[in-house]
């Protein structure tokens, strides 16, 4: 090495991998040349300590490189960290920096230390594990009012007031807004729960063991995300015997049931804030100053100017630091979390994490520690380890809090591999910083998927492309993390934005190529123990335009390449690149991959079993 370098994602340069837990020994060598006309400072800053930052001596190791060896013992938190190279002559002192590049991986020298970007180290307080149940579930999204209808010649149940119901099944999603670009009506197709009990073998065919439902309490809206009653189902939906037999059948299926928690903002018309007085002329926030329900909410004019989430007036915002708040959401007792929980509902997706505090999210838990295998999961579209929100950077990684997230970049860089928007080394790298700042634990509950109610439908963002969607749910299926299925997107469900992401799901003219390629993956990952444990490295070829994943434990392999390009491309591994590949695994790659054909736009999913 002829030039400083560093690069945590290599074994050379940082051991071990990744994020740690408190009170870890942490290795770093940095590769200096003529290290003897050098001092070399470790620079290490703990977010939020009173310490400040700390500058350690580097020891010379080898010929090329220095060696530092730093105890993680402030605690748990983001720790910062870059690299100080002085030389000194008897004429002048020369000052570098060495930091994170942006990318990852390499880093890059800084002439000034007030332009360094630190290299960011994630210590959590313990590890975050899931139940058995979750981590080797393959999950599918329900969007109860699009998916079937039950009832005797498909009637739907207690139809809403200054509500429309489609005609068919078959119609397209259509909003009905006023001139201020509200919505004036909402529309309803009337799935319920009764339609996706009796819709279980199907589910079973397809191999789900584990259904996440959007919202299903009372609401006045179609998504349900403006709850009306916490403790109540929407009568749309059915009764709560129908929901408790629906849990007991899933159960005897071996499907599990989590549930969406909507708990940063209720509906303008919910017994809590009652504007409309559906509720009782003098009850709720909206209609009586003295309703205990006042203090959850926050009035500039009373009643008709409210904070609202993100300026919605349908979704007045909870203050989620109010006491009465807390206890009716997670107490103890007669909480809305026991009721269900107690139930048998198997876990808990959390609606926009970032608009709860961190306590409050914490206190979630806690109530969910006092039963058996259940799970927690927070919707947060970006790197939940350094995520920011409201000036306070949040706390969902390091334990206790959220036990996984879900994984929308990964829907990202899927479609940007396969529209070939951006190229491969920068998707392999962001892929592997996300492995590198979760903790490992963490990083393998993610829940992910590759469409979802609000995205638009994978087919749709891919052309109406067979074989695409197909290479989407190998990439999507290959990766660390739980797969989910949107709802019809196995059966050839398009549409773009919200509500066209919506359609009611087409029973009547399922695609068969779509749904045996998704049958296919999910078998895959019920079969190949690897896919659910192993070991992950992303690897491409930008000349080839062939991408690729391995996962790898002792005893098994399994790989899945893609061929962008239009022609037929023979994979040679000496072509190949990966951001922390190490040459063992390039060894694998040899021996199962050297040599082979990938046809045009075409795949390849190899196994190996020792």
């Not at 509200?182 to 996706?196: A, C, L, S, V």
């Not at 790197?383 to 950077?393: E, L, V, W």
């Amino acid at each position: 090495m002829t030039h400083i370098y560093f690069n945590p994602w290599l074994e050379r340069y940082k051991q071990p991998f990744g994020a740690v837990q408190e009170g870890t020994m942490v290795n770093i060598w940095l590769s200096v040349p003529d290290q003897e006309t050098a001092k070399v400072y470790l620079i290490v800053r703990k977010e939020g300590s009173s310490s400040g930052q700390k500058n350690f001596l580097m020891e010379p190791a080898s010929e090329d490189r220095l060696h530092f060896q730093v105890k993680l013992e402030q605690g748990w938190g983001l720790y910062f960290y870059y690299f100080k190279i002085i030389r000194e002559s008897d004429e002048y002192e020369t000052i570098q920096y060495y930091g994170f590049s942006g990318q990852g991986g390499e880093g890059q020298i800084y002439g000034s230390e007030r332009d360094v970007i630190p290299y960011q180290l994630t210590c959590y307080q313990k590890p975050e594990i899931a139940p058995k149940w979750y981590r080797e579930a393959i999950f599918y999204q329900i969007f109860p009012d699009r998916f079937a209808n039950g009832n005797p010649d498909r009637i739907i149940n207690h139809p809403k007031k200054n509500s429309f119901i489609y005609a068919t099944e078959e119609d397209q999603p259509l909003y009905i807004k006023n001139h201020q670009n509200e919505i004036e009506r909402w529309d309803f197709f009337g799935g319920n729960f009764k339609g996706i009990q009796a819709k279980i073998p199907y589910l079973q065919e397809l191999g789900i063991t584990a259904l996440y439902l959007n919202p299903i309490f009372e609401a006045t809206s179609n998504h349900r995300y403006d709850t009306n009653d916490y403790f109540k189902v929407d009568s749309v939906l059915g009764t709560e015997e129908d929901f408790r037999s629906l849990i007991a059948a899933l159960h005897t299926a071996g499907i599990a049931v989590v549930l969406d928690g909507v708990f940063s903002h209720v509906g303008k018309d919910s017994r809590y804030f009652n504007r409309a007085g559906l509720y009782g002329e003098k009850s709720g926030a909206a209609r009586d100053p003295e309703s205990p329900y006042y203090d959850w909410f926050t009035f500039n004019h009373y009643p008709d100017d409210y904070k609202a989430w993100w300026g919605v007036a349908d979704l007045p915002e909870v203050r989620k630091e109010n006491p009465s708040y807390q206890e009716f959401i997670y107490g103890d007792l007669d909480s809305v979390l026991s009721k269900w929980t107690s139930m048998g509902v198997d876990g808990w997706r959390l609606d926009v994490a970032d608009e709860l505090t961190d306590d409050f999210i914490a206190g979630i838990r806690k109530n969910l520690l006092a039963y058996q295998e259940k799970i927690l999961i927070g919707e947060v579209w970006e790197d939940a380890s350094n995520k920011i929100a409201y000036d306070t950077r949040r706390k969902y990684v390091f334990g206790d809090h959220l036990q996984g997230v879900m994984n929308y970049p990964l829907r990202q860089q899927i479609l940007d591999i396969l529209k070939q928007s951006r190229s491969l080394q920068d998707i392999c790298q962001e892929m592997i910083r996300y492995q590198e700042n979760y903790p490992p634990d963490f990083y393998y509950n993610q829940l992910n998927n590759i469409g979802t109610h609000d995205t638009e439908r994978i087919i749709t963002m891919l052309d109406d492309s067979v074989e695409a969607l197909d290479q989407a749910w190998g990439l999507m299926f290959m990766m660390p993390g739980i797969p989910c299925i949107y709802y019809g997107d196995e059966a050839g469900l398009t549409g773009g934005k919200d509500p066209d992401n919506r359609k009611f799901f087409p029973w009547q003219s399922i695609d068969p190529r779509l749904f045996k390629n998704c049958q296919k993956w999910v078998e895959r990952r019920k079969t190949y123990h690897v896919l659910k444990q192993g070991e992950f490295f992303p690897f491409y070829s930008q000349s080839q335009q062939v991408f690729g994943i391995i996962r790898y434990l002792k005893d098994s392999y399994v790989v899945y390449a893609i061929n962008l390009s239009d022609q037929n491309q023979t994979l040679h591994v000496g072509e190949l690149s990966s951001p922390r590949a190490y040459q063992g695994e390039y060894d694998v790659l040899e021996r199962i991959m050297e040599g082979e054909v990938l046809a045009p736009k075409g795949s390849l999913f190899v196994s190996e079993v020792n």
